[in-house]
């Protein structure tokens, strides 16, 4: 794999927060989300064997934010239960929590000079929703000038068929190998 044996990588682990997994709310993405914890514990624990950075970049909003002027429900609120991590990752204290009050992970958190701070020139993206959160977070990385890659099955969508859809657009890009689609599993090997 050119390009991604020599690279320094963090893991961007987008909102898999407590309400996106409530139950009771009857969301279509709750069932996907969490078919794809084992695959993001085991890129946690091969990032964490490896003493590359990870970072639970989650979603912090207010009741009255503008985008809950449209369909969109309030939800993951600043400073509520319903705003953090779930309990079924593998979190250390170690790892980088970072609240972000929209959908890209890198909009007004300060997160590209954080990386920067740790010689970060990758970051492998993954979580939930692969068609707005992960990927706004992933051109965002790109736009920052870091390598980025979508972890295909560390991440879920509302459906299966938009999840694919979303990763067929982005498989076959011009930006290639800046910006791949990738197994958690090839990915992690290319790195070894």
Avoid: Q
């Amino acid at each position: 794999m050119t390009g991604i044996d020599k690279e320094k990588p963090a893991l961007l682990i987008i909102d898999m927060v407590k309400d996106n997994f409530d139950e009771a709310k009857g969301l279509p993405i709750t069932p996907l989300a969490r078919a794809i914890i084992p695959a993001i514990n085991l890129a946690i624990d091969e990032f964490r064997a490896k003493g590359w950075p990870i970072v639970f970049s989650t979603d912090s909003f207010h009741a009255d934010d503008f985008i809950f002027t449209g369909r969109m429900k309030p939800h993951s609120l600043a400073g509520t239960k319903g705003a953090e991590v779930i309990d079924e990752l593998h979190r250390e204290p170690e790892d980088y929590w970072l609240p972000k009050p929209r959908f890209s992970a890198f909009f007004k958190t300060g997160l590209e000079n954080w990386l920067r701070d740790k010689g970060v020139t990758l970051c492998a993206v993954c979580g939930i929703a692969t068609n707005f959160c992960v990927l706004t977070t992933a051109m965002d990385s790109l736009c920052h000038d870091f390598k980025t890659v979508i972890l295909e099955d560390c991440c879920a969508a509302s459906s299966k068929e938009i999840h694919e859809t979303t990763l067929s657009i982005y498989r076959r890009n011009p930006l290639y190998p800046l910006f791949r689609i990738m197994s958690s599993e090839d990915f992690i090997s290319s790195l070894l």
